[in-house]
Antibody, heavy 118, light 111 residues
Framework: QVQLVQSGAEVKKPGASVKVSCKAS????????ISWVRQAPGQGLEWMGW????????NYAQKFQGRVTMTTDASTSTAYMELRSLRSDDTAIYYC???????????WGQGTLVTVSS | QSALTQPRSVSGSPGQSVTISCTGT?????????VSWYQQHPGKAPKNMIY???KRPSGVPDRFSGSKSGNTASLTISGLQADDEAEYYC???????????FGGGTRLTVL
């Protein structure tokens, strides 16, 4: 079955960077993109951007441009999301999700909690 | 403030039907047939329930249905069951600049 498995929880200090991985299985990795969505504690979902499975196209939400980089590695069917210059309000669960042609997201990874604290 | 507007909460009794609305603009919901809905139980990852306005992924019961009229999309859940109690989020494509926007979420309570 189609599955996305994310890396484990991270604790970072303000100003640091974090890189979250998302390993896909059960489908042809290069046939779909990967989107990243985050959810702050007790809050709703926030779309961060997406990257193609070929690592040739990416589109980031304006809010994160200049601070986020998304990449994919087709040889290992793994997507990565790096967020730099972390602030306390970046504390959230970060999800990856397979992106379909109609911009739907299915399935989702289990989520990675990133805590930013001094 | 979220780009798409959803009611904060809705409720219904087992067996009843409820509808959750999702209001956007002509730049997102009204402009494309790319509305999707996600169900999220506490502590769990979201799950796609509807995509492309009205299509159901494999495995999603036909009690879940989606529609759109103008700038407002709707998710209807019929024959409410206890396990339907969850947070529901709508999502829409919003063009090459904004790309994807979510609603603020609706808490469904099954009485």
């Amino acid at each position: 079955q189609v599955q996305l498995v994310q890396s484990g929880a991270e604790v970072k200090k303000p100003g640091a960077s974090v890189k979250v991985s998302c390993k896909a299985s059960g489908y042809t990795f290069t046939s779909y993109g990967i989107s990243w969505v985050r959810q702050a504690p007790g809050q709703g979902l926030e779309w961060m951007g997406w990257i193609s499975g070929h690592n040739t196209d990416a589109n980031y939400a304006q809010k994160f441009q200049g601070r986020v980089t998304m990449t994919t590695d087709a040889s290992t069917s793994t997507a990565y999301m790096e967020l730099r210059s972390l602030r306390s309000d970046d504390t959230a669960i970060y999800y990856c999700a397979r992106r379909g042609g109609g911009y739907w997201l299915d399935p989702w990874g289990q989520g990675t909690l990133v805590t930013v604290s001094s | 403030q979220s780009a798409l507007t959803q009611p904060r909460s809705v409720s219904g009794s087992p067996g009843q039907s409820v509808t959750i609305s999702c209001t956007g603009t002509s730049s997102d919901v009204g402009g494309y047939y790319y509305v999707s809905w996600y169900q999220q139980h506490p502590g769990k990852a979201p799950k796609n329930m509807i995509y492309d306005v009205f299509k159901r992924p494999s495995g999603v019961p036909d009690r879940f249905s989606g529609s759109k009229s103008g700038n407002t999309a709707s998710l209807t859940i019929s024959g409410l069951q206890a396990d339907d109690e969850a947070e529901y989020y709508c999502c829409s494509y919003a063009g090459t600049y904004s790309n994807v926007v979510f609603g603020g979420g609706t808490r469904l309570t099954v009485l």
